[in-house]
Nanobody, 111 residues
Framework: QVQFVESGGDLVQPGESLRLSCTAS????????MGWYRRTPGKQREMVAQ???????NYADFAKGRFTISRDNAKNTMYLQMNSLRPEDTAVYYC?????WGQGTQVTVSS
């Protein structure tokens, strides 16, 4: 079973940017769906962005215009570029192919 490792989480101020990375233990070239999800305390996990093997991208409403998901199949890596971060973006961010999940990386947005 493929394993994912997320990185790039940090403490940033509102308005700043972060790029999260998700590296897979094996090729994601043929993986139908790769996605970023997040969870905050007391809330259910929610979808942030998804990248399909067809090239189709899907974003949550809160992510549209601020976040960009991308896949580098040659590096078995997926990214999430997050701009104009807000305090409500504070969460643990996970990557997944819908079956396997990483351990998550903490993003904290605070002044």
């Amino acid at each position: 079973q493929v394993q994912f490792v997320e990185s790039g989480g940090d403490l940033v101020q509102p308005g700043e940017s972060l790029r999260l990375s998700c590296t897979a233990s094996e090729s994601i070239l043929k993986t139908y769906l790769m996605g970023w999800y997040r969870r905050t305390p007391g809330k259910q996990r929610e979808m942030v962005a998804q990248a399909f093997s067809s090239g189709f991208l899907n974003y949550a409403d809160f992510a549209k215009g601020r976040f960009t998901i991308s896949r580098d199949n040659a590096k078995n890596t997926m990214y999430l570029q997050m701009n104009s971060l807000r305090p409500e973006d504070t969460a643990v961010y996970y990557c997944s192919d819908g079956i396997s999940w990483g351990q998550g990386t903490q993003v904290t947005v605070s002044s």
